[in-house]
T-cell receptor, first 108, second 114 residues
Framework: DAKTTQPNSMESNEEEPVHLPCNHS???????IHWYRQLPSQGPEYVIH???SNVNNRMASLAIAEDRKSSTLILHRATLRDAAVYYC?????????FGKGTRLHILP | DADVTQTPRNRITKTGKRIMLECSQT?????MYWYRQDPGLGLRLIYY???????NKGEISDGYSVSRQAQAKFSLSLESAIPNQTALYFC?????????????FGPGTRLTVL
């Protein structure tokens, strides 16, 4: 499975946008880019996924580089409830391989 | 009511004991998964099942076994628990196959093996 690289931690101020980067230089043509997040004391939850084009949903936006070797999860207006570990994952089958993710701290 | 439930939520046991963790889902999904999470790390896949008659090993299946009793139920057993199996265990489900389908996770079971 192709690997992803994410910063260990990031901080952001409440009500400001947050850009969470992910590098995946060995991505294959069939890999989907997924993001999950894990709130404190909870199981992971799906955030968004994409293949080649940028994607938007009610939770976030996903910006995918033209060469697909990197992507950015965008939270448009962070709230305290967005403090979590965010996982960037490549999938070409049913299995999810989790890395260590980025711990996002939101400052009030 | 939660779509994916796990019992027990917390369990403390002793080395050598047999432990069963249970997972139930009301989403009508065929695919179910068991993961473990160690402190500061991401989740690792233990076993997964695509339907009632299908069981597959994940990354770290040694020391574990599973049973898919029905579409809605998937149990994880530790035949003889050891301290390094102390971890947070998550069950997950997904609908039809493919790399684009999201997985839905339960709340987790915190297992401590003394």
């Amino acid at each position: 499975d192709a690997k992803t690289t994410q910063p260990n931690s990031m901080e952001s101020n409440e009500e400001e946008p947050v850009h969470l980067p992910c590098n995946h230089s060995t991505i294959s043509g069939t890999d989907y880019i997924h993001w999950y997040r894990q709130l404190p004391s909870q199981g992971p939850e799906y955030v968004i996924h994409g293949l080649t084009s940028n994607v938007n949903n009610r939770m976030a936006s996903l910006a995918i580089a033209e060469d697909r070797k990197s992507s950015t999860l965008i939270l448009h207006r962070a709230t305290l409830r967005d403090a979590a570990v965010y996982y960037c994952i490549l999938r070409d089958n049913d299995k999810i391989i989790f890395g260590k993710g980025t711990r996002l701290h939101i400052l009030p | 009511d939660a779509d994916v439930t796990q019992t027990p939520r917390n369990r403390i046991t002793k080395t050598g004991k047999r432990i069963m963790l249970e997972c139930s889902q009301t989403k009508g999904h065929d695919r179910m998964y068991w993961y473990r999470q160690d402190p500061g790390l991401g989740l690792r896949l233990i076993y997964y099942s695509f339907d009632v008659k299908d069981i597959n090993k994940g990354e770290i299946s040694d020391g574990y076994s599973v049973s898919r009793q029905a579409q809605a139920k998937f149990s994880l057993s530790l035949e003889s628990a050891i301290p390094n199996q102390t971890a947070l265990y998550f069950c997950a489900t997904s609908g039809s196959g493919g790399p684009y389908n999201e997985q839905f996770f339960g709340p987790g079971t915190r297992l401590t093996v003394l």
